[in-house]
Every structure is written in C-alpha cells, then in structure tokens.
C-alpha cells in the first residue's frame, strides 16, 4: 500500500529565512507525488506535483521539490519564508488507477513564520 | 471555471440529529471524492464517484453514512443519527476520469464544518 510520512509535524522559521518541509513515501510503484497546503479554515491548495518528468519540482509562491527515489524523499523547500506562507503542509501520494487514483495524505506539517 | 463548491460551510447540529451536505464539483470533472478531516490530521478518503457510480467506500464510511451523485453533476453526504464522533471538516475534491494516479490535479472544496453536540 501507498504511504507517506510527514518526519515533522511542526516547523518553525524566522521570516526570510530557508523552509525545509520533509517528507518520505512508500509505494510499490512510480507514484505521483504533490504538495498541498491549507490555510486556517480554507480548502487544500496544491503547492506542485511529480509526475515522473524532472526531479526537481517547481510550484507556487517559490516553493520546490526534489523526487529522490534512492531515499524515497520528496522534501519541500523555499528559499525565504514569507508571513504569508504559515499554514499546514501536506505531502501526499497517489493510488494506482485501480484503486481510484485517490490521494493518500500524510499527517501533515505546520509551518510557523516569525517575524 | 468556478472551482469545488461546498454547502454549507458550517453546521452545528444535535447529537442524532441528520445533517446532508452537498457538493458542486468543476463542470468537466467526472470523478467526485469525498474525503473528512479531523483537527491536526490529514485528511482520510471517505468515498468515490466515476459519473454517478460509486466506486469505492472506506471502511471509515459506516453504514449512517451515505453519499450519492445521482446525475453525475453534484453530490450529498449525508450522515444519519450523528455521533460527537463525527464532528470534523467534510472535504469534496473533483477531477478528471483518471484521479491523480496519472498526475492529474485533484481540486478541493473549502470543506463543510460539522459540529455534533
């Protein structure tokens, strides 16, 4: 079975500061990978996704991500933290077509910024 | 392209009491998920629709719980003789046939806050 194991379940970061959000998968195949994040009291916003094209993933608002199969990581990270970019953080893997393509959500991180 | 539609955004309602929410999914999306969140976790895959055939229930989807999508357009979850249990946020995402198995996005809604008291 697909899983994904968010290694922090808090962050915390001086504003301009780098953000390193880590995450580890397990999949018996290729999986797609992505990044949500959630704001207080809103929906899921997906931040970017793998797909099985490049490794080195870019998405919104300067966030990144690098697929590393050898230590089945899919880390987050961004350059300078911005206020704006505390919310909760969740990696998330794909099920097979099979099993509906639904997404497998890990616990999730959440990010303070500090000023 | 107005996005993932849920109503109502809140409802507080009476232990036993049933309570439905319903979902618009973006037009062109034949695949519908319902999923629910609890404070400080991820959120658990509740259901499915391809169209209107639902094609898969979790095992957290007791039998109180039903869910339909009878014309492939919107969705209801309703939750028969609610538990406090129960109280948590109600997410419905869209996409297209596929999921995200082919690295499809799957686009939420602002979710349905339930509050069983």
């Known amino acids: 079975a697909q899983s994904v194991t968010q290694l922090d379940s808090h962050v915390s970061v001086s504003e301009g500061t780098p953000v390193l959000l880590r995450c580890n998968y397990s999949?018996?195949?290729?999986?797609?990978l992505f990044w949500y994040v959630q704001h207080p009291n809103k929906g899921l916003q997906l931040l970017l996704k793998y797909t099985s094209a490049a490794t080195l993933v870019k998405g919104i608002n300067g966030f990144e991500a690098e697929f590393k199969k050898s230590e089945t990581s899919f880390h987050l990270t961004k350059p300078s933290a911005h206020m704006s970019d505390a919310a909760e953080y969740f990696c998330?893997?794909?099920?097979?077509?099979?099993?509906?393509?639904?997404?497998?959500f890990g616990q999730g991180t959440e990010l303070s910024v500090k000023p | 392209d107005t996005g993932v539609s849920q109503d109502p955004r809140h409802k507080i309602t009476k232990r036993g009491q049933n309570v439905t929410f319903r979902c618009d999914p973006i037009?062109?999306?034949?695949?519908l998920y319902w999923y629910r969140q609890t404070l400080g976790q991820g959120p658990e895959f509740l259901t499915y629709?391809?169209?209107?055939?639902?094609?898969?229930k979790s095992r957290l989807l007791s039998d109180r719980f039903s869910a339909e999508r009878p014309k492939g357009s919107f969705s209801t979850l309703e939750i028969q003789r609610t538990e406090q249990g129960d109280s948590a946020m109600y997410l419905c995402?869209?996409?297209?046939?596929?999921?995200?198995?082919?690295?499809?996005?799957?686009?939420f809604g602002e979710g349905s806050w339930l509050t069983v008291v």
């Open positions: 037009s062109e999306h034949n695949r």
């Open positions: 999949s018996s195949y290729s999986p797609s």
């Open positions: 629709f391809q169209n209107e055939a639902q094609l898969e």
């Open positions: 995402a869209s996409s297209t046939s596929s999921g995200a198995a082919s690295g499809n996005t799957i686009y």
């Open positions: 998330v893997v794909s099920a097979l077509y099979n099993q509906g393509g639904k997404l497998i």
